[in-house]
């Protein structure tokens, strides 16, 4: 995921976290005791946490929300 996204001029921070909290509000994922979670990064906090079946699932739906953020803020690059 880290890698396919900054091959766009994603980083970590900017339209996902991975772990942390963002510069912004924008989705994260992490994992806790095995489960993968997804959650929102806002005002320094994390909430809405959801449990994903799969490391998988979780991580299509964090790309697929930073791509969109990316695209959005124009610094998604092909």
């Known amino acids: 995921m880290k890698t396919y996204l900054a ?3 994603v980083e970590d921070g900017t339209a996902y ?4 909290l963002g510069g912004g509000d924008i989705h994260g994922i992490e994992e806790i005791d095995g489960v993968w979670h997804t959650y929102y990064s806002e005002r320094g906090s994390k909430r809405g946490y ?3 079946p799969s490391e998988e699932e979780a991580v299509a739906f964090v790309v697929k ?3 969109r953020f990316a695209r959005a803020y124009k610094f998604w690059k092909e």
């Open 7 to 9: 091959a766009h001029s």
């Open 17 to 20: 976290s991975h772990g942390g």
């Open 50 to 52: 959801r449990a994903w």
């Open 65 to 67: 929300d930073a791509e």
